[in-house]
Each structure stands twice: as C-alpha cells, then as structure tokens.
C-alpha cells in the first residue's frame, strides 16, 4: 500500500446479493392490500351482522335473501345469457381469426388484421362505449329493431381479442409438421383440421374461452352504457345498489361473482400448464 | 460453371421410372432475400431403388424431397410418379409417404392408432386397418408398445413407429427425410442395416435423405450429390467413391489428395497425366470432355503406397505426421511440389514400422486408381 | 446436356403457374372467411363508432338528446370556454379543464404510487426459485380477474368513515374522528392503485426476471453499496419494464370511471365520469364525443411517447 494513501473501507459483500431492503417488506404489503379488501369483503358477507367491522356470528341469511332477490335472480340470469352468447361468438371467431393468422408466411394486411383483432383492448372502455353506444342508437332508429342482441354484439367484440391470445399462443406451439404428416397420409384438408388441429388446439380454445367469459361476466362500463331497460346484468345491478346504499346482500352476490371469477381463472392456468406437457 | 454428370445414361425403352423430376426449380423468397433452392434439376429413379440424395445443408436436397411429397410446388418443371404428372397434385392424392426428421408422430394417439392413420384416412374397413397395423408393429417389432402414447417413447422407438406409419399404406415411393440425425450412432447403425432390410423386403422404392455420406454409401443403389441446387452426380456408391466427377464431389465422399497435373495424351477412356517430372499417371475421364492443358486428378488416400526414397518411381517429399487410428496408419506428406499428400496404409503392413517424422519417402501411385476432376 | 423442346415446356410452365396461382387464390380465400366473422364484428362494433363518436363532436346537440346535424365547432370550443348566451362572448371557463388536469395529475401520480409499490414486489418474485414463480405470479394476477367494480366497492369498504381503517385507527386510539378519506382525491388515488396495480407488476417482472444477476455481483465487487447498485445496475436494466408498466398503468388510469365514481362520490370528476354525464343526463352527445376524442388523443400521445422511447432503447443497445 503506498504511504499517505488512505485505506478505503471495504463493506463486505452482502450474503444474499439478490436482497434489497425493505423489498421484502414491501411486496408482502402489496400482497396483502391486493387481497386485504376482497378478504374482508367475503368475510363479511358471511356476517350475521349489517356491519361490515363488526363480527357477530356466522350466517347465510345476507345469501339466501340474495337468492331470493328477484332482481338478483333476473340480473344473474341476463349476465350468464349475454356471457354465454359473446363467449360462444368471441371463442368462434377468434379460433377462425388464430387460425388465419398464425404459422403463416407474412401476407399484406397481416399487421392490420392483427391490430383490427387487439384494438378492443387499446381504447379505453369509456370511449368505446359511447361510440358504441351511439352507433346502436343510430341502427335502432333506422330499423325499429332492439334487443339484448345488440348487448351480446358489443360483448363478443370486445371479448375477442382475449380469446384470440391464449388460442394464438397455443397454435405457435404446434408445428406444421404434424398437419403435413396427416396430409401426407391421404387427410384432405377438412379432416386434417378436424383429427389433428382442433384436438390439439383444443386446450388453447378452452382458455380463451374461459377468459372471454369471466371478461364479459365482468364488465361494467360499456353494459352500463349499451344495455337497455330489462337488459340488467349483474354488475350493473350491483352498481345500482351501491348507488342506492349498502347493503349486506350486495356483499353476498359479489362474494359469489368473485368466485366464479377465480373459478374459472385458476381452470383458466390449470388447463395451460396441462397444455405446456 | 459445374455441369451434372450422369454415369449411367438413361435408354429409351427402359422401364418407368418409379420418381422423375424434369428441370425442377424452385425459389423462395423475393429480392434481395430470394433463394434459389434448387436449379433445373432432373433426375430419374428407379422402381424399387434405394435413392440417396446426398449433400449439406442447404443443398436442396430436402427441397427436393417436399416436392416429391407434395408440400410445395416447384416453380419450374414436372415431377412424374411411375408416368404421372403429379406436379400440382396435393399431397394426400400422392400415393407416397413421408418420414419426417422429427418424426411428427400425433401425440394425441396411441402408437397403434397412428400406425393406422393413414389406412383410416383411405377409408379401409377396421378390420383390415387392425390387421395391417398389426403387421406393420411386428415388422418394426414394436409389438408391445402398440396402446403407448407417442410422448412416452424414446427416440428410437419413435423413429420406427413413424417407419411403420408411412409404410403401412404401401405407398409406392416411400421419403426419408434424415430420419437418423437424431439417433447416437450404435442405434443409427442398427437402423441403417433395418431400414436397408426393409426395402428389400418391401419392394418399395426408397428417397432417402442424409448429409452423412458414410451412411449414404453403406446403404444405398445409387447416389445423387447435391451441392447449392444442382445434382452434381449420380452413380453408384463404389462409382461416385471411386470415380468422383467433381471437385466438390470427392471432397464431401471421404478423404481426397487433389494434385495439379498437364495432360500429355489423350485416349478415349483416359488421359495421360504427368504431375511431376518423371511421374506419368493414366487417370480415368469417362464421362468428361477432354481438355487442354492443366488439370485437376483427385487419387484416394488407400490407392497410394508409402516407399523407401530411392526403392521405386514415385512423389517424393517429407513425412509431415503419421497418424495411427487403429485399423490404418494416415501418412501425412509434404510433396515437394509443395502440395499435401495422404496415404492410408492399413495395419499389417510391414513398411508402416519403417517410417518417422522428418524423413523422406516416395509417394507409390497405384495404376488406374486416378481421376480426373471437373473444378 | 440433354435439350428439351420449347412447346412441351412452355406449356407444362404455363400450366404449373396457373396451378401455383390458382393454389394460393384458395389460400387467401379460406384466410379471407377465416377472418371475416371476427374482422367484421370489430370494425362494425369497436372501429365504426369510433368514426360516428369524431362526427358527433363536430355536430349540434338537439334539443331533446342527440344530435343535430349541421356542421358546428361548439363541443371544442365548449371544452375551453364558456359562452354567454346573452351578451355571445366567450370567457375562459376552466372548470372542464380541471377535470382533465385532475385526470392526468391523478394518473400519474398513480402510476408513480404503483411504480413504488411494483418494483419491489417485482423484484420479490423473480428472485424466488424458478419453481414458485409462476404461483406468486397467478397470486399477483388473480385479483385483476375479479370484477373491477367489486374490487373498488371492496376499498370502499374499506376506506370509509365506517370502514375498517378508520375503526381500526380509532379502536387504537391513534385518533379520535374517522379520517376523511372517502370522497376526496386521496381515495381516488389509493383506489387507481389498487386497480392497476398488477399491470405494474407483470412488465416489471417480465424484465427483472432476465436479470443477470452477475452484473450484481460484478457491481458488489466493485464495493458498490446496496443503494448504488440498485440505482446504477437493476434500475437501468429493467428500464424497459419500467416503461412498460408506467403505460399500462397510467392509460386505463386516465380513462377510469369506476373508481372515480365510486371512491370519489360524484365530486371528485375524472374524464371517464365527465363522459358519461355529458352522455347520460347532460345529453349533450356533442360535448360527450368531444371529450372522448380528446381522451383518445392523449393515450395516442402516451403511446407514441412510449414507442419512441422503447425504440430509443432498442438503437442505444445495437
């Protein structure tokens, strides 16, 4: 060491290189307030009390007088209509449109096709409802004709783009080779989709699926905007009562929505992590 | 400008050939991306054959091959199947079947059920399918595996039920695509032994496809090189071993010495060749125009002798290195033209005791083992 | 070399051309059916009333709702200013512009919140083993997948007078009136957060997770401290998850009416709630698209801004 230099402190290298800190801390606290409300509000949903901080004993009653809501009952229904229809279109259209556009050569028009499909998800919900909105009014005025369709039209658009993405990713996986090797074997084209593509896109569509239909179930913004009189979904429902004031039977049906949600979305990575074998 | 040579020139009146391919081009790709994968290609192979199209990557040979099978259209030319034109024809109307690389065996059916595939696909009652598939699971003895599914296989059982699968329709022309490349080499042997069984057995005309040219003489009738999409030469294995025609040709099959020479005379079968003072050679030209001048003669490493300096007429040089690898000895020699010079001498010969490195010796050319090259 | 005769092979070119074109005319034709069903719905459903929302806010409101068709700048002009219908001036009116102020300062400052609150919880995750990322990951993401307004009518059960933080607080004696927290900006932005925050976190995870922690250990070599080699080595390396998550965040954020609604009560506005009203019971449809159009004009420029500079990002590290 040479003279007059002065010794630099040296810090020992920290054991765990990989820990800052209070990073730790801080990502179980983001953790817990993700989960801190929704726990809560299940909690108290079971509460025999109107409170939602005071617990007196567990109950069912705030579930049983939701089921016997009748406006419950008719929002649920209209909800699992509307789901039903947009996933069946959304699922549809989107495995067509994966189809279309994947394991291909790059064809013109390819890149717009793909932006048309995914600008459902690049403007926001507000805009997209009142310009949907406006332009139904506009069909109605035209042809006399209403209906909860255009209800189903508007959440079919908007569910395509996420069925398309899981159904996507699951045909990349698949090599072309397999579909030559079965037209190589005497399988005209129409067979060769039915016995060898549909079977093994199969789980890429159940996912999709099953995303569109929690994405419809969900929405709030552009069924409150579109939808008519008669045409109420749940989460507009639920809307309403908040509106209106709270009451413990709203805690009940959302308890009951949040778990269809996580239902399907845990189905939603069993079957991808099946599919990834 | 390297032109393709055929040994064996096609008659008139002979039979029809099992696969014909007539000046078949094909380009992928536009401007300045285009490739031209295979240029004015044509080749005739025989009913009951096994055809190996031999050459590296990016030779067209499996180009070629998915022309054969249906999954692209050539650009130019006709592609004939026993005298039809099936040029356009899609692929599950060609009475031919693959064996992909990787195998593309369906892994959502068991092993027997993509044996059968393809019967199914023609519409043969089950019964008969049952029976076939059976057949075919005892010809690739795979017997036990028949209710596996695909993914619990390993690869070289994989490799047979995708045989299996391709054969079981009895195609008339059967399309191996390196099916070997994935197999380490104890299996790869075995499997070349199988397969070359199997076309005798079966009558079927075999396409086969490698870049690995032992395997390609081991197992073939006859052998087409390829290089950069053209069909340099065709002929059988012990023809295009000990008769390459190009340059490119006796480099890729084994080990080649290539010595410049000047051709002092010319007779209808071969040239005299003189490739050092005092050194004349008669190198075989079938097939070649003769020319003028300086020449390329390509002589294998097995077809010269090492020699004492002095004791016989020869090339003379220095030893370089002498590498001994078991059932031969390579000789390593630096001419003293300045060219490289190998000689294989096989063990049990007495001389390869004699030798070290740093001495002299005389390189023995042994008669009618020349050839003259095209570059 | 073996000479073919022209006509044969004339012909037989001619006829592989048309078969090769007549192969790829069925190509597009099935790609084009394949297409269609979804390609219509959204250009019909997504894309066109985009275009009836640009014309509507170049219209008259009619009197009874909708619109009126005569060609009129009113909704911009509106936005700014105010017109006095008796004496037709126009003054400067900023209570419109306050709205759009609120919407942009409450967005990002969200998206800040979230930045500070992601990036550790990032990092958390993709320095767990392999095998348990994916479960924290799904653990992350789930509550997105719940419905939105449940969630945000969960926080307000939280954050209200009654709610459990002030009960708690108050039980603990660390003050002694329930904090106002419901219906003012605060509320609003916690709720934002809330919302997007697993938006935050996915990009974040995405770069950290290709984090080559030998650059750590190279910077710890080099008696870098803890701070330092967070500042000058992991933070530059995940800039572009940064960015990324700071996009989407702060996009749905400017666009959001549910958490305003509910959390802000009707008087703290955003652009989202402004829509609706001059829709829903202003039915003044001109005004409304105006709006709408100008909120499309600001996410369009948020991502321009973001493509620059991820395409900046992509030049500095050729």
Known sequence: ?277 | MMERIDLQPVSEGAVRPAVAAENVTKIFGEGPDRVTALDRVSVQIRQNEFFTLLGPSGCGKTTLLRLIAGFEIPDLGLIHLDGQDITALPPHRRPVNTVFQSYALFPHMTVAENIGFGLEMLGQPQLEVDGTVARMLSMVRMEAMAGRRTDQLSGGQQQRVALARALAPNPKVLLLDEPLAALDLKLRKEMQIELKRLQNETGITFVFVTHDQEEALTMSDRVAVMSEGRILQIGSPREIYNHPAHRFVADFIGDINILPGQILSVSAEAMSVALAPNVTIEASCTGIDPREGAVSVAIRPESANIAQMGSQPGLEGVIENIVYFGTATNFHIRLDGGEAFTVRTPSGTDTTLDFSIGDRAVVVLRAGQARILID | MSVISETPADHATTQLRAAASAVRRRERRTRGILLAPALTTILLVSILPLSITLIYSFLKPGSYGGVEWSFSTEAYVQFLFERDIFEDTLAFHTAYLQIFGRSILLALVATLGALLLGFPTAYFIATKPREQRNLWLFLITLPFWTNLLIRTYAMLLIVRDEGVINIALMKLGLISEPLAILYTDKAVFIGLIYSYLPFMVLPLYASLEKLDFRLVEAAYDLYASRLKVLRRVIIPLAKPGIVAGCILVFIPGLGAYITPELLGGGKKLMIGNMIAIQVGSSRNWPFGSAAALILMSLVMVSLLIYARSSGREGHSDG
């Open chain 1, 1 to 277: 060491m040479a003279d007059g230099a002065p010794m630099k402190m040296v810090r020992a290298r920290p054991r765990d290189l990989k820990t800052q800190p209070g990073f730790n801390q801080v990502a179980w606290f983001c953790i817990a307030a993700l989960y801190a409300p929704i726990a809560v509000l299940v909690i108290f949903s079971f509460n025999d009390n109107r409170s939602v901080v005071l617990w007196t004993e567990f109950s069912l009653r705030w579930y049983i007088s939701a089921f016997g809501n009748v406006g419950i009952q008719s929002a649920a229904i209209i909800s699992f209509e509307v789901a039903l229809v947009a996933t069946i279109g959304a699922t549809i259209f989107a495995t067509m449109a994966a189809l279309a556009t994947t394991r291909t050569r790059p064809f013109r028009g390819l890149t717009l096709a793909y932006g048309i499909i995914n600008q459902p998800l690049m403007v926001p919900e507000i805009v997209t409802a009142i310009a949907t909105l406006s332009l139904f009014s506009i069909v109605k005025q035209a042809t006399g004709i209403t209906g909860i369709g255009y209800l189903m039209l508007a959440h079919t658009a908007f569910c395509i783009p996420f069925a398309y993405m899981p159904i996507r990713a699951r045909l990349e996986d698949m090599t072309l080779s397999l579909e030559q090797a079965a037209a190589d074997l005497y399988a005209p084209p129409m067979k060769v989709f039915r016995r060898v593509t549909l079977p093994l896109l199969m789980p890429g569509i159940m996912a999709g699926a099953m995303l569109a239909f929690v994405v419809s179930l969900d929405d709030v913004i552009i069924t409150l905007m579109v939808a008519g009189p008669g045409e109420t979904t749940l989460p507009i429902y639920i809307l309403g009562a908040i509106r209106r004031g709270i009451t413990p039977e709203i805690n009940a049906v959302s308890t009951i929505l949040v778990m269809i949600s996580v239902l399907f979305v845990a189905q939603f990575f069993l079957v991808q992590r099946q599919a990834r074998r």
